[in-house]
């Protein structure tokens, strides 16, 4: 069975632009998560989409925003681009609404110069 | 503010020795306590995870312990190998609400 994957494996942007990172989730899971893995700061919680619905969202300014498509993959953009915003952005998938049941991906790595 | 606070942020265990990470939290409506295992390069994997109803889980060289009254919980590796270097993060969810995670605990197994 297929894992989460994300895309693509690397990012560099620069400030101000806009990024946008993708994810697929394990078939069968409706919920897909996006967390922010910056350095020294452990995991973040960012976004949660089940059944195409923003569900919930993190200590984040509005302009980390995403969406879930009808086949349950889903998009992370991040508008207006700061330097703070290099980190590691790791998506996971769960059955709906299964937060004790998370599958992560390997990652996108966004650098920001 | 950080619910969940881990120790220690890094951690050198010899192989064969027992590696311990502990992990403390402050909120007492947390009902689900999961480890999570890092690779370089790889998103975290789930390792083992309790529920607050018992005091220990056992999976191969890995337990929990968990204590309730004191709102500590901590990783037990036995006999660390040189792969099981990695980072560790605990974490805690209260019903649906989203996971809140430790900041780590980078072990390293030295032969």
């Known amino acids: 069975e297929a894992g989460v994957t994300q895309s693509p494996t690397h990012l560099i942007k620069t400030r101000g632009q806009q990024a946008t990172l993708r994810c697929s989730p394990i078939s069968g899971h409706t919920s897909v998560y996006w967390y922010q893995q910056a350095l020294g700061l452990g995991l973040q919680f960012l976004l949660w989409y089940d059944e195409g619905e923003e569900r919930n969202r993190g200590n984040f300014p509005p302009r980390f925003s995403g969406r879930q498509f009808p086949n349950y993959s889903s998009e992370l953009n991040v508008n207006a681009l700061e330097l703070e915003d290099s980190a590691l952005y790791l998506c996971?998938?769960?059955?709906?609404?299964?937060?004790?049941?998370?599958?992560f991906g390997p990652g996108t790595r966004l650098t920001v110069t | 503010q950080q619910q969940v606070k881990q120790s220690p942020q890094s951690l050198i265990v010899q192989k064969g020795g027992i590696s311990i990470i502990n992990c403390a939290y402050e909120n007492t409506a947390f009902d689900y306590f999961p480890w999570y295992q890092q690779f370089p390069g790889k998103g975290p994997a789930l390792l083992i995870a309790i529920r607050p109803d018992v005091s220990e889980k056992k999976e191969g060289r890995f337990t929990i312990s968990f204590n309730k009254s004191a709102k500590q919980f901590s990783l037990h590796i036995m006999d660390s190998q040189p792969g099981d270097s990695a980072t560790y993060f605990c974490?805690?969810?209260?019903?649906?609400?989203?996971?809140?995670f430790g900041k780590g605990t980078r072990l390293s197994v030295i032969a």
């Open positions: 996971a998938s769960s059955p709906s609404q299964g937060w004790d049941e998370q599958y």
């Open positions: 974490a805690a969810i209260e019903g649906n609400t989203p996971l809140v």
